[in-house]
């Protein structure tokens, strides 16, 4: 039943109160009336790694994990886990490799990393790309996600859910950085706690289903009656290879999907470029290990659906809910929930959704107002008026994003491969010109033009390709699959992908050679060895990683 009880509703306000309390205390002890822009956006020094690393998990972790990967837990069961697993990895990668060159060379937006290593053009580019792309697809998606979640569990007017979760976050949002950073804290807590508590109902209702009672029981029924639910690559005659071809997760687009997230994404480096080295590092670390954990949460509880599903546990109007739309799989299953635990879980989704929310809407102001803002429409702007400006189009961005995300088709694709896809039309350029902008001096700014420009012309081009050559040819190869919808051949966007993302190195490197043959000059980066290097610490949790990501992918391959 499609509601919440006075007791679910005394915890939720609970969860709210303190949020609440705690965010106003933040912002009351950390405000301070002659803060910097910076200050405001970044936090800058005033993060520890914990809070670092909880508001990366609570800024990541979302709507689209908790509904829409839970909907593909359902559907193609712990592979999609792979977003996940191979983030940690990543995360490993960006402290060691990435974040270094930021603080380095005092980098506090992409945009101004683009003008400081190539130029305004290339830099005004992205800024409205990356402007457009967090409105339009990641602020709506998570906004219409959060809403379909809220509503299942709830029975609210899905309108007045979207109104509800964009005011919360404004709220929150207006704080500046530092508020974010501190109460995505406690966000998390209830994120984890939430979902730990639902993921333990799930499975032990698997196994009282069976006449197996206990956690344990569940599990080993869901991995015997789920089996093809627990395999992590997937086979070329899977229904869901088009989404995870096979090996591609392993050593193709993922890394790009991965290494563009985390490594090249305001919404995200935003939280640890306020901070020095070792404490950027520490808190991305600690972020790692929150992301191995994230399966247990949004992955097993779609299994578990899809189980109780298929014997018809659910009622009539549930079974059709999830029929019609895999992404209400989490929501029906959180029904199920008795009083007061149902609280939680509702508490946990609401943290999980007002975290990112707030901080995509952070990172939507601070992109605005320092990179476009500031440069182009008002360079003698003082400080107090930036973040007026800020505030303001925190305000804008929400109301763009509840107007328009009931328009774009959310829940046709799938919530979460809808984000994937729509991102990596632009990913593979933006990473091909940041990966190269890093690490080789000799990469131009009419490269990074091509990279930013021709990265998404050509993902669109192979996005259309099998609308015009029969591409049944590479089935036998894993470079295409049928669609089960069109009936014609495609190329899985991850593949796609890494080939736009091949295409985008090979024409910066001729181009950029062009380029220094006419004796152009480039802006290289301040870079120096010795900066790669960890605290051994830090080279022991980062082994620890590695090891944990080893056995997972052994015992589930």
Known sequence: MKSLSYGDYAVFLVYFLIVACYGYWIYRRK????????????????????????SLIASNISAEQFVAMSGNGFTMGLAISTYEWMAALTLVIVAVFFIPVYLKNKIFTMPQFLHQRYNSTVAMIMAVFWLLLYVIVNLTSILYLGAIAINGISGIDFKLCIAGLAFFAIIITLGGMKVIGYTDVIQVFFLILGGLVTTYIAVTKVGEFYGHPGLLNGLSDMYSHANDHFQMILKKDNPSYGDLPGLTVLIGGMWIVNLNYWGC???????????????ARSGILFAAFLKLLMPLIVVLPGIAAYILYKQNVFNPEMMGSITSNHD???PVLLNLLPNGVKGLAFAALTAAVVASLAGKAN???????LDIYKKKIRKDATDHQLVVVGKITVVVAMILGVAISPFLGIDKKGGFQFIQEYTGFVSPGIFAMFILGFFWKKASSNAALFATIGGFAFSVFFKFLPKMVDLSSLALSGFSTKNAESGLYEIPFLDRMGFVFIICVAGMVIISLIDAAKGKETNGLEIDAKMFKTSNAFAVGAMLICGILVALYTIFW
């Open 363 to 369: 990172s939507i102001a601070t992109i605005f107002t």
């Open 265 to 279: 994404n305001q919404y995200i480096t935003q939280r640890a470029l306020g901070a020095n080295l070792n404490t």
């Open 328 to 330: 209400n799989a989490y």
């Open 31 to 54: 405000h301070n009336a002659d803060a910097t822009s910076k200050d405001y956006f970044l936090a800058e020094g005033s993060l520890t790694w914990w809070a670092i690393g909880a």
